[in-house]
């Protein structure tokens, strides 16, 4: 049975937390980028983005592309995107494709935010 993807954002000092859940696939991209272009301030006051994909049940070639497009985004404005809840399998193919060249993977929530706490001193 399809699960149909969902996005909820919640912000914090100097970025942004998107919860994504269900199945991520090219039908996703829409509602991700374009809700994202309209209610962020990428690389003004957003200056690191972090994904929750715990709830990602499914990732097909069309939500990597989304995925990679979402990054690069983020990249050019001159933000740090992170995200975590990825499992092994796809871990291995953010490898594969490159994704992690745009993208840092980390085990849960509380390593990104170090991480941000880190690169912000």
């Known amino acids: 049975m399809e699960q149909s993807f969902t996005m909820e954002t919640r912000e914090f000092p100097n970025g942004i937390v998107l919860k994504l859940g269900?199945?991520?696939t090219k039908a996703a991209e829409n509602g991700l980028l374009s809700?994202?272009?309209n209610e962020v301030e990428l690389?003004?006051?957003i200056r690191f983005m972090a994904l929750d994909?715990?709830?990602v049940t499914y990732i097909n070639s069309g939500g990597m592309a989304v995925l990679i497009r979402l990054a690069r985004m983020g990249r050019k404005a001159g933000v740090h995107t992170f995200a975590w809840g990825v499992t092994a399998h796809y871990e291995k193919l953010f490898r594969m494709v490159g994704l992690?060249?745009?993208l840092m993977l980390y085990?849960?929530?509380f390593a990104v935010i170090q991480r941000i706490?880190?690169?912000e001193l």
């Open 22 to 24: 269900g199945e991520l």
């Open 35 to 37: 809700g994202l272009e």
């Open 43 to 45: 690389g003004k006051s």
């Open 53 to 55: 994909l715990t709830k």
């Open 100 to 102: 992690t060249e745009y």
């Open 107 to 109: 085990p849960n929530e």
């Open 117 to 119: 706490e880190a690169l």
